[in-house]
C-alpha cells in the first residue's frame, strides 16, 4: 500500500513537473561569450549582458535578486543588480590572501570557486587557490572561517578549530538546516564546519579511487575521485558530485555509503533519462543542488545538460540536450546548448541560474561559447483586475491594474487592446474608449537581462453597455389645492437603479428627500422632483422634472345658535329649541350638539330641542363639506340656560319649601326653606350631575320647620347643571342649579 503511494505521488509529481518544463524559457542574463583575461574591472559599471568573462565556476543569488558569481581567473567575485549592472564584490584581481576583516573589495582571492549564503545573508567563497573559507558579510567585510593558506598539510586539523584546518583546493560549499558549513575539500574529502567552528572530515579518506561503496563513507576504503560539489537534503544525507567516477555518491545520516546517480563503477556517458538514476550514466558531474520539494539537480558537464533525480529516484534531463556550444535563449531549455556547465543555483521562486563555463583554462579556447551566466525560468502568468469591473457603460472609464508576482529584474509593462500597444510603462492603465469585445492584455517585458518576456497577463474580455437615460414620474394628491391644504407628491424612478436618490425642491430651495414628499402650498409655488439614479449606465445620472400647483383661495366656515323662545327657564319642563344659523357650510354639513357635560348622544340636526328643569349650557359644532372651507370645522358661541323665579304654587307642592341661594353660584351656596314638620328632625340632601353621577351627600338637620345651612362643594367640579335632590319622611324633591365659574 505505501508503495503504490509512492508510485501515485511520483506520478503526480511527474505531471506536475511537466506541465512547469512547458512553461519553462531559457536566457543568458550575464556575459556576451568573448573573452578576457588581463583586465579584471572590465565591464563593471554596465549591462552584465554585454560583459567579457574568463572561466566561471560558483553562483549565488540573495533574496533581493542579486546574482553572484564568481571569475576564477581574475580572482574576483561580481554581481549583477536586479537592473542588469555588473560590480564587483570582492577581489582585488591580484591573486593572495589578503584583506581578512577589511572590505571585501579591498581583500585578495585566488581562483575563487564555490559560493553559497547561509541563512543570515553572509556570502561564502571557497578560495580554492589559497586553500581557505571565507565569509562576506552583508556589510561587505570579509573574514576567514575555515583553512589557512600557510598550512600545507591537507586534510589535519579534525576536532579543533576549522581556521587551524588544513584544506585542499575548495570546489564545493553547502550548508544544513542545523547551519553547519559542508566544504568538498580537494579532491577526496567533505569536511563539515558545526556552530562552534569545530571541523571534522564525514566523507572520505584522502584516497583517491573508486570504493567504499556499501561501507562508512570515512572508512580507509573509501575513495572519491575528484569530488565537485556538496548538497545536502532535508534528512541530513550528504551528496557529492564525484566527477571522475562519473557518479553522484550518498552519504545517509549513519555514515553509509552507496551510489545515488551514475555508475558504481565509473563508466561514463548520457543514458538512463526516464528511469532509476542508478542504471542511468553521466559524465564528469561538478553541481549538485536540491530544490524546495527534494528533486536533486546535477550539472552532468562533460554531456553539458542539466539532469534531475526525482524524490523517487527517477532521472531525467531539464536543460542541455541539443549538445555542445551555445544556443537556445528564448526557448525551452531542454533543447539548448550548453559549454560545460559548472556550478548552478536557485532563487527563492525556484529559478535556476547556470553558470555556463566553457571549455579550457586562463587562455582563450578560440571560440565564444560559454562565459555567460544563464537562467531557466518560468513565463509567470498573472491577473489583471478591472474597475469598476469588465461589464461597463458607454459612457464609463475603466482603469486596470496588473497585479505581478514576481518582479527581479528591470522590466516594463507592455499594454494591448485587441493587440495593439496602448498606455504607458505603467501597472496601471485606464481607458475612456473602451468598446464591446475588446481584449485586454499586459505583457512584462525584461529591460535589464535579454528582453525577454518574464509575465503574460490573462486576457480580459470588455462588454460595453448602451447608456440609458433616467427619468421620473410624480402622481400627486391634487393638482388644484386649496391655499392651506396640504398636498402630497409621489416620485416614481424610471431607470433610478438600485438606490435612487430624490431631492425635492420649492421654488428652488431644498426642501425634503426621499419618494414622497408633502407641504402646503402657496400661490405660485413651483416643485421640482431631482432624481440621481445610480445604475452604472445612466447618463446623465441625474433628471429632474418641474411640477406646478395650482392654488385657490379657501374660506372659513361659521356657525352660530339661538334659542327660542328664550335662554330663560320660566317653568319646569319647558320646551326650548336651538337653531343653527350656517355660513359656508356647502352642500351637505354635518353637526354634533354638545351640552356642559358632552356631546348630546344623538343630537346631529341642524336644531335641537329639549325640556329644561333648570340651568344648562348648548353649543353646536358643524363640520362643512364646502370645497375649500379651510379649515371645514367651525363651533358656535355657548348658550347659557338660566331658571328663573320659580312660582309660589311650585314650591307649596313641595314637602319641603327648599331654595339654593344664589343660583347660579360658584359650588358655595346655602339651602334654605321651611319644611311642613314645624318640630324639627332631618332632611337627606345629595347633589348629582347631568349624568346622573353623585358628587355630594349630606344630612341636614332642622329645628321649628326652617332650613338655612351653606353648602360647600368640591373647587374641582366643573361648570354645568347639577340636581339637588332632598328626601324627608314623605317624598324626595329635586331642585336644579348652575355652577358657573
Known amino acids: 500500500?505505501?508503495?503504490?503511494?509512492?508510485?501515485?505521488?511520483?506520478?503526480?509529481?511527474?505531471?506536475?513537473?511537466?506541465?512547469?518544463?512547458?512553461?519553462?524559457?531559457?536566457?543568458?542574463?550575464?556575459?556576451?561569450?568573448?573573452?578576457?583575461?588581463?583586465?579584471?574591472?572590465?565591464?563593471?559599471?554596465?549591462?552584465?549582458?554585454?560583459?567579457?568573462?574568463?572561466?566561471n565556476w560558483g553562483i549565488a543569488v540573495d533574496t533581493s535578486g542579486n546574482v553572484y558569481f564568481t571569475e576564477q581567473y581574475k580572482h574576483v567575485i561580481k554581481k549583477m543588480n536586479p537592473n542588469g549592472i555588473l560590480s564587483i564584490v570582492a577581489?582585488?584581481?591580484?591573486?593572495?590572501?589578503?584583506?581578512?576583516?577589511?572590505?571585501?573589495?579591498?581583500?585578495?582571492?585566488?581562483?575563487?570557486?564555490?559560493?553559497?549564503?547561509?541563512?543570515?545573508?553572509?556570502?561564502?567563497?571557497?578560495?580554492?587557490?589559497?586553500?581557505?573559507?571565507?565569509?562576506?558579510?552583508?556589510?561587505?567585510?570579509?573574514?576567514?572561517?575555515?583553512?589557512?593558506?600557510?598550512?600545507?598539510?591537507?586534510?589535519?586539523?579534525?576536532?579543533?578549530?576549522?581556521?587551524?584546518?588544513g584544506l585542499g583546493s575548495v570546489s564545493g560549499l553547502a550548508f544544513d538546516a542545523a547551519g553547519s558549513l559542508y566544504i568538498a575539500d580537494g579532491n577526496a574529502r567533505v569536511r563539515k564546519v558545526n556552530a562552534a567552528g569545530i571541523i571534522t572530515t564525514v566523507v572520505g579518506s584522502g584516497r583517491t579511487g573508486n570504493g567504499g561503496n556499501g561501507g562508512l563513507a570515512t572508512d580507509t576504503t573509501a575513495s572519491f575521485n575528484g569530488i565537485a560539489d556538496v548538497a545536502i537534503d532535508a534528512a541530513g544525507n550528504i551528496y557529492v558530485a564525484d566527477q571522475?567516477?562519473?557518479?553522484?555518491?550518498?552519504?545517509?545520516?549513519?555514515?553509509?555509503?552507496?551510489?545515488?546517480?551514475?555508475?558504481?563503477?565509473?563508466?561514463?556517458g548520457t543514458a538512463g533519462d526516464g528511469g532509476p538514476a542508478t542504471s542511468a550514466r553521466m559524465t564528469g558531474p561538478v553541481g549538485?543542488?536540491?530544490?524546495?520539494?527534494?528533486?536533486?539537480?546535477?550539472?552532468?558537464?562533460?554531456?553539458?545538460?542539466?539532469?534531475?533525480?526525482?524524490?523517487?529516484?527517477?532521472?531525467?534531463?531539464?536543460?542541455?540536450?541539443?549538445?555542445y556550444g551555445f544556443g537556445g535563449d528564448g526557448g525551452a531549455p531542454l533543447p539548448a546548448k550548453f559549454a560545460y556547465p559548472a556550478h548552478f543555483c536557485f532563487d527563492k521562486r525556484g529559478y535556476m541560474y547556470i553558470v555556463d563555463k566553457g571549455n579550457g583554462g586562463p587562455y582563450p579556447p578560440g571560440n565564444s561559447v560559454g562565459r555567460r551566466i544563464r537562467q531557466i525560468f518560468n513565463v509567470d502568468t498573472f491577473h489583471i483586475s478591472v474597475l469598476p469591473s469588465n461589464v461597463l457603460c458607454g459612457n464609463t472609464s475603466a482603469s486596470f491594474v496588473a497585479n505581478v508576482r514576481y518582479a527581479y529584474y528591470s522590466f516594463i509593462y507592455q499594454w494591448k487592446i485587441n493587440g495593439v500597444p496602448v498606455g504607458t510603462n505603467s501597472p496601471n492603465f485606464a481607458s475612456t474608449t473602451i468598446n464591446n469585445h475588446d481584449t485586454v492584455t499586459c505583457t512584462v517585458i525584461d529591460t535589464a537581462v535579454?528582453?525577454?518576456?518574464?509575465?503574460?497577463?490573462?486576457?480580459?474580455?470588455?462588454?460595453?453597455?448602451?447608456?440609458?437615460?433616467?427619468?421620473?414620474?410624480?402622481?400627486?394628491?391634487?393638482?388644484?389645492?386649496?391655499?392651506?391644504?396640504?398636498?402630497?407628491?409621489?416620485?416614481?424612478?424610471?431607470?433610478?437603479?438600485?438606490?435612487p436618490i430624490f431631492q425635492w425642491y420649492v421654488n428652488s430651495i431644498p426642501r425634503g428627500t426621499g419618494p414622497v414628499f408633502t407641504f402646503i402650498p402657496v400661490l405660485g409655488d413651483i416643485v421640482t422632483c431631482a432624481l440621481t439614479s445610480n445604475d452604472p449606465c445612466a447618463y446623465p445620472h441625474t433628471f429632474h422634472v418641474d411640477r406646478p400647483i395650482s392654488v385657490i383661495p379657501s374660506f372659513l366656515p361659521s356657525v352660530t345658535v339661538h334659542a327660542d323662545p328664550d335662554t330663560v327657564v320660566a317653568y319646569w319642563s319647558e320646551i326650548i329649541s336651538f337653531f343653527t344659523n350656517v355660513t359656508y357650510g356647502g352642500s351637505s354639513p354635518t353637526y354634533q350638539w354638545y351640552n356642559n357635560s358632552g356631546p348630546i348622544p344623538g343630537a346631529t340636526n341642524s336644531s335641537y330641542s329639549k325640556e329644561m328643569y333648570g340651568a344648562d349650557t348648548i353649543y353646536c359644532v358643524m363640520h362643512s363639506n364646502a370645497f375649500c372651507a379651510v379649515p371645514d370645522i367651525d363651533t358656535s358661541e355657548i348658550v347659557y340656560i338660566t331658571t328663573g323665579t320659580l312660582s309660589l304654587s311650585d314650591i307649596n307642592e313641595l314637602t319641603a319649601n327648599l331654595i339654593v341661594y344664589p343660583n347660579p353660584n360658584n359650588g358655595n351656596f346655602r339651602l334654605k326653606g321651611v319644611v311642613n314638620n314645624t318640630t324639627g328632625g332631618s332632611i337627606n340632601v345629595e347633589i348629582r350631575n347631568v349624568l346622573g353621577q353623585s358628587v355630594y351627600k349630606n344630612t341636614i338637620r332642622y329645628d321649628n320647620g326652617k332650613v338655612d345651612v351653606p353648602v360647600e362643594l368640591d373647587n374641582s367640579l366643573p361648570s354645568g347643571m347639577y340636581y339637588l335632590i332632598t328626601g324627608d319622611q314623605k317624598s324626595n324633591r329635586s331642585i336644579p342649579f348652575m355652577i358657573k365659574k
Not at 553559497?116 to 587557490?129: P, Q, S
Not at 571565507?134 to 573574514?143: L, M
Not at 575555515?146 to 598550512?151: D, E, M, P, V
Not at 530544490?291 to 558537464?301: A, F, M, P, T
Open 244 to 268: 571522475n567516477n562519473n557518479c553522484v555518491r550518498k552519504i545517509s545520516t549513519t555514515g553509509l555509503l552507496t551510489v545515488f546517480a551514475g555508475s558504481s563503477t565509473g563508466l561514463g
Open 450 to 499: 535579454g528582453g525577454m518576456r518574464l509575465a503574460i497577463s490573462d486576457t480580459v474580455i470588455m462588454t460595453v453597455l448602451p447608456p440609458i437615460l433616467p427619468s421620473l414620474s410624480i402622481a400627486s394628491s391634487g393638482d388644484t389645492v386649496c391655499n392651506g391644504l396640504p398636498v402630497t407628491l409621489t416620485a416614481t424612478a424610471i431607470n433610478g437603479g438600485s438606490s
Open 288 to 323: 549538485l543542488k536540491f530544490d524546495k520539494i527534494g528533486n536533486l539537480y546535477i550539472s552532468d558537464q562533460t554531456n553539458s545538460k542539466i539532469r534531475k533525480v526525482t524524490p523517487a529516484g527517477i532521472i531525467s534531463t531539464i536543460a542541455g540536450n541539443g549538445g
Open 1 to 55: 500500500m505505501k508503495k503504490s503511494r509512492l508510485r501515485l505521488l511520483s506520478f503526480i509529481l511527474a505531471i506536475l513537473f511537466s506541465f512547469t518544463a512547458q512553461a519553462q524559457t531559457i536566457r543568458t542574463i550575464a556575459g556576451n561569450g568573448s573573452w578576457n583575461l588581463d583586465v579584471p574591472t572590465i565591464g563593471i559599471g554596465g549591462q552584465a549582458l554585454n560583459s567579457p568573462f574568463t572561466v
Open 91 to 165: 577581489g582585488t584581481g591580484f591573486p593572495g590572501a589578503l584583506g581578512d576583516s577589511g572590505l571585501a573589495t579591498s581583500a585578495q582571492l585566488e581562483n575563487p570557486t564555490p559560493l553559497v549564503f547561509d541563512a543570515a545573508g553572509n556570502l561564502y567563497v571557497g578560495d580554492a587557490g589559497s586553500r581557505e573559507v571565507r565569509k562576506i558579510t552583508p556589510a561587505g567585510i570579509i573574514t576567514r572561517v575555515a583553512g589557512k593558506k600557510s598550512i600545507t598539510s591537507y586534510g589535519t586539523g579534525d576536532g579543533g578549530s576549522a581556521l587551524n584546518a
